[in-house]
């Protein structure tokens, strides 16, 4: 089986890096970093698109912190990049697919039946987005130099190991050792087993003179039968619970093939906030699946976002001001800089191709009016076409040339880092909304205001929920102790995929229980019956919450053994 490229971001989810850095430069580059001081890992992010001829294609996202000269990377990866086999892309590429595809909990509210007569205004439907982050040529005993070049801001340089070499892994270490990368104890063990498969290793630095602001997302073409994620090698510096989304291009909607797919417990996320605890429901989903499962996300035929990262107006517009006679150098680097200076390689270009006065600071074209800029129009407007736009075209047309694109997301620690997720795909599968919406029902009659009234919510995969106004945007924390998810499956390439655990019922049976320690409504003059009054719930809500708590314990004892067979 081929393998494709790994964990990519410097310290981070989808990059393996490593240290071009004097020993006590205390920074950290990639996936061998530092100790000291650690790069922070958030969720990584990596686009695969499985192409029609033995390759698949990877933007990988590049995250690092540090001093710019201390930063390089390393991936193992198949095939030596060739032409246009290696380029850069654009992080604001990344962020606008992940605008476009995260998961979105609506709360809708209707009234039900006729309430006395309020002033006040109904709180209504809520709406929120999940926000689910050249090596030197020297050539060593049993290491081949393949290849050089710069792309971007980055030299790099591909090693390939020699077959006859007993330890591979060993040769690789003491190359890089020798040409300045800070190696941390383990990372042979962890390089041997890729390099054991015959992979090459890829090194990237920044050139001379760049800063951590040139660091960008790298596209790599190389042969491969299916994406995969070497993510054994990330638990050298992984975070705890550090969260992991791909996004998988092909002919059909993605799979996980060695790692559970995941179906959330809705009936645990916060409807009146689903960011506030969306990824905790994530974790501990994985965490049950034995750290080894994706949540799919979004699952779609790719014509959805044909426009989502690069559109045809921002084209027209792009072209209509290359096309602008007349304009004088302020106005058109006023101009450029207004629309394009937050996007990747901007700075760059300015850096290379513009000049001011001398004396003048370097931040003074930031946010200068009359800027006195001078340079060459055609060369600048050139420059700026193949750094800055023609890297957000490359990932619209990645996702343009794909019938569909699927989503996943997860959270993994270093010690659940054990197989490496290979992704394979299934047509036969319904596709998957990252559109959610449940149902509030405000529950009227004439002892109740529209404010007063108690409510109920109706969950999409089945199950109510019960509370009244004062519990509005709280959700019931004894529903934590439900499983998170709803079902685990593994899936395959045809076919449903086999169920490994359904915890349906006990979902509804734990909702239920909660239920039946809500306060009832009374019909008579608003209050709650034997129960002290509707009004006055604040303190009954957590009491409300100790008793389904010690109602949903017992249940869940009771059913301890047959989920710890899972």
Request: with cysteine.
């Amino acid at each position: 089986m081929k393998f494709s490229i790994g964990k990519w971001a410097a310290c981070g989810l989808l990059a393996f890096g490593t240290l071009a850095l004097p020993s006590e430069a205390l920074a950290c580059g990639g996936f061998f970093c530092s100790q000291v001081q650690p790069v922070n890992q958030a969720a990584e992010r990596i686009i695969f698109s499985k192409n029609n001829d033995g390759t698949v294609t990877a933007v990988i996202e590049i995250q690092y912190q540090g001093p710019s000269k201390n930063f390089s990377w390393l991936l193992p990866i198949s095939t030596v990049p060739v032409g246009n086999q290696i380029a850069v892309a654009s992080n604001v590429a990344f962020q606008r697919l992940q605008q476009a595809t995260n998961p979105q909990y609506s709360l809708t509210t209707r009234v039900e039946g006729q309430c006395k007569t309020d002033n006040q205004v109904l709180r209504g439907t809520a709406n929120v987005a999940v926000s689910a982050p050249g090596a030197d040529s020297t050539k060593g005993p049993g290491v081949n130099v393949e290849a050089m070049g710069i792309v971007g801001s980055f030299e790099w340089t591909v090693i390939s190991l020699e077959a006859s070499l007993p330890d591979p892994a060993d040769a690789a270490v003491n190359w890089l050792t020798a040409n300045g990368y800070d190696v941390p104890p383990g990372a042979k063990a962890l390089l041997g087993p890729y390099l054991a498969d015959g992979l090459k290793l890829l090194a990237l630095r920044l050139v001379k003179g760049a800063d951590t602001g040139s660091i960008r997302p790298l596209v790599l073409t190389y042969d491969a039968t299916y994406p995969m994620i070497p993510i054994k090698l990330t638990a050298v510096a992984a975070n705890e619970n550090m969260g992991v989304m791909a996004w998988v291009l092909g002919e059909a909607q993605a799979i996980p093939k060695n790692y559970n797919a995941l179906e959330l417990n809705e009936a645990r996320i916060n409807w009146f906030n689903a960011s506030a605890n969306y990824n905790d429901v994530v974790t501990a989903a994985a965490n049950d699946a034995g750290g080894q499962g994706f949540v799919t996300e979004y699952a779609q035929p790719s014509s959805n976002l044909k426009e989502a990262i690069w559109s045809a107006s921002e084209e027209a517009n792009w072209q209509q001001f290359r096309q602008s006679p007349g304009l004088l150098p302020d106005e058109i680097f006023n101009n450029v800089r207004n629309q394009y200076g937050g996007m990747d390689g901007f700075w760059d270009v300015v850096k290379k191709h513009v000049t001011v006065q001398a004396g003048t600071a370097d931040d003074f074209l930031r946010t200068c009016t009359f800027c006195g800029a001078t340079f060459n129009t055609a060369e600048f407007l050139s420059a700026l076409d193949a750094a800055v736009i023609q890297p957000m075209r490359v990932v619209q047309q990645l996702i343009n040339a794909h019938p569909h694109i699927t989503r996943f997301y997860s959270t993994l620690s270093a010690d659940e880092m054990t197989v490496d997720p290979l992704f394979g795909f299934n047509a036969e599968l319904p596709p998957v909304s990252n559109l959610h919406t449940a149902e509030r029902i405000i529950e009227c009659s004439p002892a109740y205001t529209v404010s007063d009234a108690p409510w109920r919510i109706e969950l999409p995969k089945g199950g109510v929920l019960r509370g009244w106004p004062s519990n509005i945007g709280t959700w019931p924390t004894v529903l934590n102790d439900a499983p998170a998810n709803q079902r685990i499956l593994r899936q395959a390439e045809a076919g449903t995929g086999q169920v490994l655990e359904d915890n349906s019922s006990m979902i509804l049976s734990s909702v239920n229980a909660y239920n039946e320690t809500v306060p009832r409504a009374s019909s008579g003059d608003g209050g709650c019956s034997a129960q002290g009054g509707a009004r006055s719930n604040g303190g009954r809500w957590a009491l409300v919450g100790l008793l389904g708590l010690g109602i949903w314990m017992g249940r869940r004892f009771a059913n301890a053994g047959s989920r710890s067979a899972h």
